[in-house]
């Protein structure tokens, strides 16, 4: 199952530079990386993103991630939770998240 993490472009930058990273500073306040779920991602950069330029959409494969923890978190809904920095290897994929018309544009999220 592929999971989902939003990086701002210098967070993406840095990750890329380092080959990992503690996360955005929410991740590193936290504790864990915030990861979403293909059903809540969008809602994910509505509520945190909104109107941000240059983001990076990453998928991640949740069965390579230890330890992921699956914790409730906004309405009840189950998230998951890496407690560990995200690495560039876990990195399956990244795609671009444009703006139009003042939303995020995703792409196909299978």
Request: proline share 6%.
């Amino acid at each position: 199952m592929l999971i989902f993490k939003i990086f701002r472009n210098d967070e993406w930058a840095d990750l890329q530079r380092l080959s990992e990273t503690e996360g955005a500073p929410i991740d590193v306040a936290d504790g864990y990386i915030h990861f979403s779920t293909a059903e809540t991602v969008k809602k994910t950069a509505d509520k945190y993103f909104s109107g941000v330029e240059e983001l990076v959409l990453c998928a991640v494969e949740a069965d390579t991630l230890e330890p992921l923890k699956w914790e409730p978190a906004r309405e009840g809904v189950l998230f998951p939770h890496l407690y560990r920095k995200i690495r560039l290897s876990d990195i399956v994929w990244t795609k671009p998240l444009p703006v139009v018309d003042g939303r995020h544009q995703f792409p196909d999220l299978a």
